[in-house]
Nanobody, 129 residues
């Protein structure tokens, strides 16, 4: 069974940084494109960043480009999201997601939540002024 467990959320002041982690079980991590999404209260879930199996393919939402970095550590079976220069509007529950093993990388599809088969439970990020 595939499990994705996020951690690293918390309260941070605007301009600060956080690093989110997503520990993945099974063969999912080594053979699945993965991504981060977020959902703020009253809003729909939105795409944040995506990464291919090799890590060579990356795609970001315009709202986080230049501030957030997605990466993956194969030795630790962990996906990361480094978030710098945080803004009030980054406040949301952040979700880690994985596509089915063997899925072909597509930046366009990586930005669509329907592309992902597995989801974590989410971790809260709150940015204060």
């Amino acid at each position: 069974q595939v499990q994705l467990v996020e951690s690293g959320g918390g309260l941070v002041q605007a301009g600060g940084s956080l690093r989110l982690s997503c520990a993945a079980s099974g063969r999912t991590f080594s053979s699945s494109p993965m991504g981060w999404f977020r959902q703020a209260p009253g809003n729909e879930r939105e795409f944040v960043a995506g990464i291919s199996v090799t890590g060579g393919g990356l795609v970001y939402a315009d709202s986080v480009k230049g501030r957030f970095t997605i990466s993956r550590d194969y030795a630790k079976n962990t996906l990361y999201l480094q978030m710098n220069s945080l803004k009030l509007e980054d406040t949301a529950v952040y979700y880690c997601a994985a596509q089915v093993p063997g899925a072909k990388w597509s930046p366009a599809q990586a930005a669509q939540s329907i592309t992902y088969a597995y989801w974590g439970q989410g971790t809260q990020v709150t940015v204060s002024s």
